[in-house]
């Protein structure tokens, strides 16, 4: 096998690799196809801690009608079959982690470096981010920002951050729910906040909540947050809209969980040269104004651009032209087929 | 063929010639409607074409089904008037609609 090359980690815990691709969505998950193809080995890195990127996340359910040869597929069907075709690559996935830096070494290959303190060392890198990193929706309620990360919270990373506080969760899916159950042991008080009096949540957990809620041990109330009051960071209250009359809830601690969009994120710090936020690119390579440094699929734009699953699909496969040239310089590659080449049929694991 | 108005937040309006079996969500984009982000394109998985609409037009516009008002679950201020445009088909019974786009879609 040709990809079985052992990787290089050296002793501060750097992986050095072929290539990192960015965003395990459709297109970062056929890029492992065509750059195995040619025997580049790949690590996979996406915010979400699952790969599929939109079709997994937005719309796993919802058909698509435009992948060619599939009259119709959902999103995670399309995932799904992805993972199956790349299987034989070996990729690596590190999943629930974001690329925060990505700079160039004096040996010319690249330092690609996560938020968990990874870091690996690639001689190209795909950037394959679609719409950018999946990140929580901020309530765009007046001066939120001076309380995030000591008041407002969108994620509970440490419990301790909760303990004998007065906390209000807002939402009515799984994490709100989750959070509910999983801080009233701790906290002071719990308040869930919640548009309507139905839950998304799995019912048993809305039942448990419902429970405490019962027993006097959570409090529900059905409204919406207009307006926080505090100082220097320190929420103090917020005031919310019922069905009645606005009312003002003495809380210290806010988690909303809205769900998650996208933004561009840290890709806007790399240097790449952008347009109306997108990675702007040649049409031959997919390349970035950054030799070495690829970028395909949504994230991408050039004359004609389309942002269909199918176009980063033809993407990917010009590109991993390009990037073998980078990664075996003055190597040849001998244009094939995997219906005919034994070759090819080798790394995909099929034996004649 | 319906006339759909938007009303921004600052009071200023865009009327647009939206045509039977598109959605509302699609109009707006045609034409550039400011404030109608449709991140996910029309799945009804994002909640970012969040509109109000006017009293006058509430029941024929329709109520949010169900998946919707899940999906309205993730919007900003949500009202009873809340729909989100994605999931309002144009048809001729719509001539005249009046929607209010809301101050920020997250």
Not at chain 2, 91 to 101: F, K, P, S
């Amino acid at each position: 096998m040709p990809l079985d090359t052992p990787e290089t980690t050296l002793d501060a815990g750097i992986v050095e690799t072929d290539c990192v691709v960015i965003g395990a969505g459709p297109v970062g998950l056929f890029a492992v196809f065509e750059l195995g193809l040619v025997d580049i080995k790949v690590h996979v890195v996406d915010i979400l801690d699952k790969v599929g990127g939109q079709c997994a996340e937005l719309y796993p359910e919802k058909p698509i009608y435009d992948i060619p040869a599939l009259p119709v597929v959902t999103g995670q069907e399309l995932t799904d079959r992805l993972m199956e075709q790349i299987k034989p690559f070996g990729a690596q996935f590190h999943l629930g982690e974001r690329i925060d830096a990505l700079s160039r070494e004096a040996d010319g290959r690249f330092r690609v470096e996560t938020d968990a303190g990874k870091v690996f060392l690639a001689k190209v890198v795909v950037v394959a981010a679609g719409g950018g990193s999946f990140t929580p929706k901020r309530p765009p309620l007046q001066g939120i920002e001076a309380y995030e990360g000591t008041s407002v919270f969108y994620a509970v990373r440490k419990i301790e951050t909760f303990r004998d506080r007065n906390v209000l969760i807002v939402g009515g899916g799984d994490s709100a729910l989750d959070w509910t159950l999983n801080l009233q042991p701790v906290a002071k008080s719990v308040t869930l906040l919640h548009r309507r009096d139905e839950f998304r949540a799995a019912p048993h957990t809305v039942q448990q909540m419902r429970d405490l809620v019962e027993a006097g041990k959570v409090q529900l109330r059905i409204g919406q947050v207009t307006a926080l009051d505090g100082a220097d960071g320190a929420l103090s209250s917020v005031t919310i809209s019922t069905a009645t009359a606005p009312e003002t809830l003495p809380v210290d601690r806010m988690l909303p969980f809205f769900g998650l969009t996208m933004k561009l994120g840290p890709v806007a710090n790399w240097g790449l040269n952008l347009e109306q936020n997108l990675i702007a690119v040649d049409t031959a390579k997919f390349e970035t104004s950054e030799p070495g440094i690829f970028a395909i699929g949504d994230i991408n734009t050039y004359p004609g651009k389309l942002k269909l699953i199918l176009s980063g699909f033809h993407e990917a496969a010009l590109m991993a032209q390009a990037a073998h040239k980078i990664v075996y310089p003055g190597k040849k590659l001998m244009f094939q087929y995997t219906t005919s080449s034994s070759g090819l049929q080798k790394k995909l694991g099929i034996h004649g | 063929m319906a006339k759909i108005t938007f009303i921004q937040p600052d009071g200023s309006s865009q009327t647009v010639d939206a045509k039977s079996g598109m959605t509302v969500m699609e109009a707006a984009r045609l034409a550039s409607i400011p404030g109608i982000e449709a991140e996910c394109g029309g799945a009804c998985a994002c909640a970012t074409c969040h509109v109000y609409v006017d009293a006058g037009w509430v029941a024929k516009a329709g109520k949010a089904a169900a998946m919707e008002e899940d999906m309205l679950d993730f919007a900003f201020d949500v009202r009873p008037e809340s729909r989100l445009s994605c999931q309002i088909k144009v048809t001729d019974a719509l001539d005249g609609l009046i929607l209010t786009v809301p101050t920020k879609q997250f």
